[in-house]
């Protein structure tokens, strides 16, 4: 008998994925996150801004740019998208792309989100971690930084294969 597991050799981990918060911001259990993180809620506002950090695992070969092209097309089907800008560099030496966009939600209005999305080949695999922080519109000035330095912490370690 051959025994498999996972972790492992050939079922390698996913990476280990940390950020930095500052002081103010909480833990939020939030099932489809891998990490999210929230500013501490303030009686009256409709929104309270938010981190959450995603891990998709694709094959290998899948590359950033097919990442880019996913994210894209999920960010201008938002309702009233305007773009904020977008770019592309490393970020720890991960292949990195950012991109921010406007747009109105139904409930609480406009929304700001700055998402960074970073590829990291990962034995047979590449793991893709894409990092969402939104604020809203009316507080843009003073959230959309504290967002922004978050996402810079953000550090995508692969562990080396377990034998």
């Known amino acids: 008998m ?21 002081d103010g911001w909480t833990p939020l259990i939030n099932p489809d996150a891998a990490i999210a993180v929230i500013r501490v809620p303030v009686e009256g506002e409709p929104f309270t801004p938010n981190v959450v950090v995603q891990h998709l695992r694709f094959p290998g070969g899948y590359s950033l740019d097919q990442a880019i092209v996913a994210v894209d097309s999920a960010l ?16 720890f030496g991960v292949p990195t792309y950012i991109r921010e966009v406007g747009f109105r939600h139904p ?10 999305v ?13 990092v969402t922080g ?30």
């Open 2 to 22: 051959t025994r498999n597991e996972y972790p492992g050799a050939v079922f390698v981990g996913p990476p280990s994925i940390a950020l930095e918060t500052p």
């Open 76 to 91: 201008d089907s938002l309702d009233e998208v305007q773009d904020g800008g977008r770019d592309a560099g490393e970020q």
């Open 107 to 116: 409930d609480v209005g406009t929304l700001i989100q700055h998402v960074r």
């Open 118 to 130: 970073l590829a990291v080949q990962n034995g047979p695999y590449v793991d893709v971690v894409q």
């Open 134 to 163: 939104t604020v809203a519109g009316n507080v843009v000035l003073e959230d959309l930084p504290l967002v922004r330095s978050i996402a810079d912490s953000v550090d995508v370690t692969v562990s080396a294969a377990v034998s």
